[in-house]
């Protein structure tokens, strides 16, 4: 029996990726102890070629983007909806956003119980509509803690 071979972001090419302690630490903390320290992951100094200065960022493309293709592009049909009927980024300026945004997410996770996976009024999944309302409470949940710390 063969097995498939895994696809090329299958593969992880960080040497150690069991460490994730840093997660739980404000970014002051990771500056202090060093986690944002500009170093490659497999210690090629940085003027040597094949250098990559990486190490400890976000995976962004292997960890989410990868990951998460169709529900990612669910997402972007509530953004667009959204945006036809309010405005684009208009999200951001909502008084009382995280709050909101977490009424809203709720909404939709109970709604789904009631109507089943569909948005009778949006055609959209209440799944991709609660997943939306989540990422936008917690950017503006970071963004805001990126103010009260003085970080950006």
Same mark, same amino acid.
């Given at each position: 029996m063969n097995t498939p071979k895994p696809l090329p972001w299958e593969y992880d090419t960080r040497p150690d990726c069991s460490d994730?302690?840093?997660m739980s630490k404000s970014i002051e903390q990771q500056i202090k102890? !060093? /986690? =944002?320290?500009?170093r490659d992951p497999n210690d090629i100094p940085l003027k040597q070629p094949g250098a990559k200065a990486d190490a400890g960022k976000s995976p962004v493309m =292997? !960890?989410? &983007? =990868?990951?998460f293709?169709? $529900? *990612? &592009?669910?997402? #972007?049909r509530v953004s667009?909806?959204? $945006? =036809?009927?309010?405005? %684009?980024? !208009? %999200? +951001?300026h909502v008084p009382n956003?995280? &709050?909101? /945004? #977490?009424?809203? *997410?709720s909404r939709h996770i109970i709604l789904e !119980?009631? +109507?089943g996976p569909y948005d009778k009024d949006t055609g959209l999944l209440h799944a991709a509509q609660s997943a939306w309302n989540a990422l936008a409470r917690l950017e503006l949940i970071l963004r805001e803690s990126e103010s009260d710390h003085g970080t950006t």
């Amino acid at each position: 029996m063969n097995t498939p071979k895994p696809l090329p972001w299958e593969y992880d090419t960080r040497p150690d990726c069991s460490d994730v302690s840093y997660m739980s630490k404000s970014i002051e903390q990771q500056i202090k102890e !060093g /986690y =944002q320290s500009e170093r490659d992951p497999n210690d090629i100094p940085l003027k040597q070629p094949g250098a990559k200065a990486d190490a400890g960022k976000s995976p962004v493309m =292997q !960890g989410v &983007l =990868q990951y998460f293709p169709r $529900a *990612l &592009l669910e997402v #972007g049909r509530v953004s667009e909806r959204g $945006a =036809q009927k309010y405005s %684009w980024r !208009g %999200w +951001e300026h909502v008084p009382n956003g995280p &709050l909101r /945004y #977490g009424d809203a *997410l709720s909404r939709h996770i109970i709604l789904e !119980g009631i +109507e089943g996976p569909y948005d009778k009024d949006t055609g959209l999944l209440h799944a991709a509509q609660s997943a939306w309302n989540a990422l936008a409470r917690l950017e503006l949940i970071l963004r805001e803690s990126e103010s009260d710390h003085g970080t950006t």
